[in-house]
């Protein structure tokens, strides 16, 4: 910024070194050299715009390995995504990506469930066993009332594999109260 005959630089507008540190507040590293010019008209700011992107490699809160949030990262979170120039990842990029696929899987599984123990569709209910299966997998803890809906839809798939002469003797599920008082309320995955 020019004032009166005078060049100052605000907020690293001129030096990617003097840029305010809080903008990139707990990175393990801060890369000047990688440093490029920032377009501060597609971003988002309050008072301080974030003229330059530099590589910064931070901790993920997740698995606690170091990544790196690059330039180009960063031109396509706060230019294309236009999410606030004060944000940045606290996960790295795989953990982001299994984040959002327990959450889609979880929303599957809340519209999905109701229809599933509702019919005779044999591939609905297994397909909600799957989403369930898959979200046990990648570390999500299911709950107490997800898990009777799981032994619930088990109990009917065998049923129905099994045919309407099958007998209820010998069947360890048969002995379980499925009346569908026991699981009341909205269906959901928590």
């Not at 501060?40 to 910064?56: E, G, L």
């Amino acid at each position: 910024m020019n004032i009166g005959g005078y060049i100052r630089d605000v907020f690293g507008d001129t030096d990617p070194r003097k840029m305010p540190l809080h903008l990139f507040f707990g990175a393990r590293s801060i890369d000047y050299d990688s440093a490029v010019r920032a377009n501060i008209t597609k971003q988002h700011f309050s008072v301080c715009p974030r003229h330059w992107y530099m590589d910064a490699t931070f901790q993920c809160e997740e698995c606690h390995r170091e990544f790196l949030f690059s330039v180009q990262e960063q031109q396509f979170w706060y230019e294309e995504r236009r999410f606030w120039i004060d944000s940045q990842p606290r996960k790295c990029a795989p953990c982001r990506k299994q984040d959002r696929r327990k959450k889609n899987l979880k929303q599957q599984y809340d519209i999905d469930l109701a229809e599933a123990l509702s019919s005779k569709d044999l591939k609905a209910k297994k397909a909600i066993i799957a989403i369930l299966d898959e979200l046990a997998s990648i570390g999500f803890q299911l709950a107490k009332r997800t898990t009777a809906h799981r032994d619930l839809l088990l109990h009917q798939i065998r049923k129905s594999e099994a045919g309407p002469s099958a007998a209820p003797n010998g069947d360890p599920a048969s002995s379980v109260n499925h009346n569908s008082n026991d699981l009341s309320g909205p269906p959901s995955v928590s």
